[in-house]
T-cell receptor, first 114, second 114 residues
């Protein structure tokens, strides 16, 4: 059973618009949650890591929230650019190290059009 | 920024043949990982390593072997390739400097087994 569910599966937005990606999970324990960006044909690049029970992070136009009580995270992208076109992957870790179990979502494919 | 290099980028193999996927990192990271990524699924851990000389089984090790001859190099070996092993394979290395291990991914190797 998939323990990390991402929605929507795909999303098309116009350049300059904002968007929100969702991640729901059932992983226990949930030590931390990571968001990665994966450009087509490339590897995953880390965007942010959320750790606290109710956490918020900001990294330029990317901001993320985590609510461990609800087992839910969001990734907000503000003023999207064409280069934001990519797959965004939510990952829940049950320990601080990747040596622990990392549970990967299947990703949300974001397409930014002019 | 830490770099992880995979080779080859693309590989076509025949069923029953031997395939070796190579991964190199010059970041002096102790931990290295091999994942596979299939359409509609999250990344799944095949093998990992704590350091030179060590290899450990991940979640889906059947049909795969791993080798870590040095700190820098971590190989994934398919002794008898099968069509079900057609996938995109990612290598990653982990930096323990931070409380939550930072992961750096290679660009992936697309393997097709005919």
């Amino acid at each position: 059973k998939t323990q990390v569910e991402q929605s929507p599966q795909s999303l098309v937005v116009r350049q300059g618009e904002n968007c929100v990606l969702q991640c729901n999970y059932s992983v226990t324990p949930d030590n931390h949650l990571r968001w990665f960006k994966q450009d087509t044909g490339k590897g995953l690049v880390s965007l942010t890591v959320l750790v606290d029970q109710k956490d918020k992070t900001s990294n330029g136009r990317y901001s993320a929230t985590l609510d461990k009580d609800a087992k839910h995270s969001t990734l907000h992208i503000t003023a999207t650019l064409l280069d934001d076109t990519a797959t965004y992957i939510c990952v829940v870790g049950d320990r601080g190290s990747a040596l622990g179990r990392l549970h990967f979502g299947a990703g949300t494919q974001l397409i930014v059009i002019p | 920024e830490a770099a992880v290099t995979q080779s080859p980028r693309n590989k076509v193999a025949v069923t029953g043949g031997k395939v070796t996927l190579s991964c190199n990192q010059t970041n002096n990271h102790n931990n290295m990982y091999w994942y596979r990524q299939d359409t509609g699924h999250g990344l799944r851990l095949i093998h990992y390593s704590y350091g030179a000389g060590s290899t450990e089984k991940g979640d889906i090790p059947d049909g795969y072997k791993a080798s870590r001859p040095s700190q820098e190099n971590f190989s994934l070996i398919l002794e008898l390739a099968t069509p079900s092993q057609t996938s995109v394979y990612f290598c990653a290395s982990g930096d323990h400097t931070f409380s939550n291990e930072r992961l750096f991914f290679g660009h992936g190797t697309k393997l097709s087994v005919l």
